[in-house]
């Protein structure tokens, strides 16, 4: 007698963005059929670079993409601290995480979503959700899925139609510029795969993260107050940065000239529940931070992987997405927190600013991580958060 096969899983996903790719790449490597819509003419990411921690990592692994970006990105030597011109700290030397253009990473994803077999519908816009299983489109459609998927950003338009969530938003009063530059010859090199945080607090907070993100670009994430017009421009305002940072004006000047990047002000929008019926939210429509902490990408990455995990170990959706949310919860609760203190008192600043309580998000290790995968990213005994 043969045994009936178990009839494949469908999944609606609204948002082609790091975490809606990693949900979709993680289900279909499960057996599951996704279609994958995203809104844009094409799949793409803005000029930018990003952190991806140990979390995220180890969540990438999963899913059979961290080898690529190992390969095409740059894992820094240390994290230095630099506060008026004075170099006050250097940490995390040997800590497993890379630095990589958020184009880059986008592309790695959406090529191992295609060959997962993921259906990327472009010029899809989805305008919400049905708690029993389906996704609302633009254009009127209805499309039937065993679940439906939010991963439509931090102005989820499917969270914004699910009514039974409760949604907590708080504003700051920081924001950043995010640029990509070609990597001049002064910062060629390996003594340059490193990220520097730039700081300056008086007479008011401004800084500039700098991470190289491989032989050709460094990304600069340039904060300041939003109450400061000219440093929150896009084109980069050359002069009033290169006067808070004269020992970076070539790098400034470069920043100026820079296409493709962009502002965004620092926010935090909490969710309660993550789902409803047999839709769910995954990535910055769920729980989007500020980037104090650098591990809004990473958070979503991790809990999209994990979602899938959960979904494979229980039959029952509902069972599965309440499991999910309590092994995820507590660490993105945490993560959002974290990220929310030090936007407000800018501890970084100080140098040093690494301490095991901060590493807990860097640290934390989703439950669809096998112990083989775990030991390929040993934390050195300085940097354990536990």
């Not at 007698?1 to 494949?8: G, L, S």
């Not at 997405?321 to 501890?347: F, H, I, K, V």
Request: glycine residues 10%; charged residues 25%.
């Amino acid at each position: 007698m043969t045994t009936p096969r178990k009839p494949t899983r469908h999944a609606e996903v609204a948002g082609a963005g790091f975490a809606g790719l990693t949900v979709s790449i993680a289900l279909a490597r499960r057996g599951w059929s996704v279609r994958l819509h995203e809104q844009n003419d094409e799949v793409r990411d803005f000029g930018a670079g990003i952190l991806l921690w140990r979390n995220a990592m180890l969540a990438l692994e999963v899913i059979g993409v961290a080898e690529a970006i190992r390969d095409n990105g740059v894992r820094p030597q240390y994290y230095e601290t630099n506060l008026d011109g004075v170099s006050v700290s250097a940490e995390l030397p040997g800590y497993p995480y890379w630095a990589i253009t958020r184009p880059k990473l986008h592309t790695l994803l959406a090529d191992a979503a295609r060959a997962a077999g993921v259906e990327i519908v472009t010029g899809s816009r989805a305008v919400g959700a049905d708690p029993a299983g389906v996704l609302i489109m633009e254009d009127g459609g209805r499309l039937e899925a065993d679940l439906v998927i939010g991963a439509d950003g931090a102005g989820s338009a499917v969270r914004n139609s699910l009514g039974d969530l409760a949604q907590e938003r708080k504003k700051y009063s920081d924001g950043v510029c995010r640029v990509l530059i070609p990597r001049p010859e002064e910062f060629r090199g390996e003594q340059w795969d490193r990220v520097v945080d730039f700081w300056t607090l008086g007479p008011d907070a401004m800084r500039i993260l700098f991470i190289s993100t491989g032989p050709e670009t460094i990304y600069l994430g340039m904060m300041a107050e939003t109450s400061n017009e000219r440093a929150s421009r896009i084109p980069i305002d050359v002069e009033v940065w290169s006067e808070r940072f004269p020992q970076l004006a070539p790098i400034v000047e470069l920043a100026g000239k820079a296409e493709g990047g962009r502002h965004d002000s620092y926010q935090t929008t909490r969710v309660t529940p993550w789902s409803s019926g047999r839709a769910v939210l995954v990535g910055d429509s769920a729980h989007s931070m500020c980037p104090a902490l650098g591990q809004g990408a990473s958070v979503g990455i991790v809990n999209a992987v994990d979602l899938a995990h959960a979904l494979d170990q229980y039959d029952d959706i509902g069972q599965a997405l309440a499991e999910w949310e309590r092994r995820e919860r507590p660490m993105t609760d945490g993560a959002q927190s974290r990220s929310g203190y030090m936007a407000e008192t800018r501890t970084l600043a100080r140098g040093n600013g690494f301490t095991p309580e901060l590493l807990e998000t860097a640290n934390f290790v989703s439950a669809a991580v096998s112990p083989e995968l775990e030991a390929l990213y040993p934390v050195p005994e300085a940097n354990r958060s536990w």
